[in-house]
């Protein structure tokens, strides 16, 4: 069997012609570019994912310091409220004690001119 093939095409072993592309550096190129396209398009959703993650994060780090500062302006509220109520214990105390001295006082004045 004779098989006539165009300058463009080679015979290959199953007697069928197939055709050669010149254009295999062009070909190449575009699936190059293709290639080039997706892997950009993967690099910016990932970029873009990281980035939403860093601000989820970055907002849950937020919110974690907001309520720890709460948290501590609490027990400090606390803690000053309770040094403040003692205090106050302490002065009535005292206050009472100085009547009683006073009282004391006026009476051994009163008793002994």
Known sequence: MLVE????CQHVNDGCGRCKCD???ISEAILN?????IV???NELLATQLENQKLYFETLLQ???EETEREVSGA???AVTQKLLKLQAKL???VKEKKFLHDIST???STHP
Do not use: P
Not at 5 to 8: F, S, T, V
Not at 33 to 37: I, L, N, P, Q
């Open 40 to 42: 950009n398009e993967y």
């Open 33 to 37: 570019r293709k290639v080039e396209a």
């Open 5 to 8: 093939l165009d300058a463009h």
């Open 107 to 109: 009476m051994v004045s």
């Open 63 to 65: 919110e974690v310091q």
């Open 76 to 78: 400090v509220q606390r």
């Open 23 to 25: 254009d295999y550096g």
């Open 92 to 94: 009535d105390r005292c």
